[in-house]
């Protein structure tokens, strides 16, 4: 096919639409303005880099992250076969090392023949045929051509990441490895345990601690599930024991009982050097991040190899701007990844694989892909596509999106493994009676 199609932005979404679209023989060229240009968030300049955390969350089937796995794998999917290459324990849920991950990916594109990485910063819409999946934080007088071109005032929000601290500099005799109630057989966390003076102190210096962004927010200026550690602890002074913090499944071995807090450390690296605060996202200043999260038992002397930051993120007001294809009306030009308001990793993976297939769809003549409705994937598009939605904000997939089951089961885990048992069914009907959707295996 000798058509080229223009994808803006190599990040999750971006490299997954570009592999998808090589596949199936489509020349690409991929644009991405690092390392001319770094981000807010970024640090390196590889593709497809985890700014935020290094989790790709649940694989558990019953669960609607687990379930979107499944769905991209029937779909042949690129980056989670990445991911899973590059897995650091991390008990139920996908996490990476970071660097790894990267690496691999941008191998792959660097290798793919069809695909033409361009280091340049794109300032203006590109004509179509075109994805523009630059990502949240992507060059302002690019978000400016978007806005012009969708309209919309409500197209931002507030994002934090979490502090990464030397696996060196922590005290082991204080912290315990263990995943709650001991899903794996070795233990995939690290648990700092807090008794309740602790706490009770550490809620203290938190919420009294300077912070870089020195105002209160508004609820609707933070994605929930981004919230700055010390703003979900105005909320309440227990906010973060029932939430972040929360002993529950865990055991301190010097005491023999459930502790009254815990803060989890999860791994960022094959090789477990480092490790990053679940649930820390910040908006406090360097200085006082040292202070306070040294308050934490076990990282007394712990040195932080990443301070957490706040970053600006945009997104498009999708359901009054988009078409049902993610395509700015009138145009060939589609928007994918975070920028759409499909918010988290794998979302953005999906988001850059269903760009592909429709892009494709669009070249080669076949009807748009409708994804069933039943599905993690297809609900979250329907949800991000409909003009009926109302104040639209970021959104993870999630059961709460999908159309409810005819006589559910009343047992919740239950439940939930009959929507994905229909989810799976309902897409598998749909790519048999669509092939053409699919990459044919080696040798077929």
Known sequence: MEQVVTVVGAGLAGCECALQLARRGVRVRLFEQRPGHASPAHHTAGLAELVCSNSLKSTKPDTAAGLLKQELDRLGCELLACARDCAVPAGGALAVDRTRFSAEVTSRVESEPLIELVRERVCSLPDGPAVVAAGPLCADELFEALRRAVGGANMSFFDAAAPIVDADTLDRSVIFEQSRYGETASGDYLNCPMEREEYDAFMEALLSAERVIARDFEQADLFCACQPVEEVGRTGHDSLRFGALKPVGLTDPRTGRRPWAAVQLRAENADRTAYNLVGFQTNLTWPEQRRVFRMIPGLEHAEFLRYGVMHRNSFVDSPHALGLTFEIP????????????????????????????????ELTGLEPVRLPRTGALGSLVAYATDPATTGYQPMHVNYGLVPPLEKAPRNKAEKRATLARRALEDLDGYLAARPELLVPEAGE
């Open 330 to 361: 009138g145009t060939s030009v589609r928007l994918a990844g975070q920028i759409t308001g499909t918010e988290g990793y794998v979302e953005a993976i999906a988001s850059g694989l269903l760009a592909a297939l429709n892009t494709y769809c």
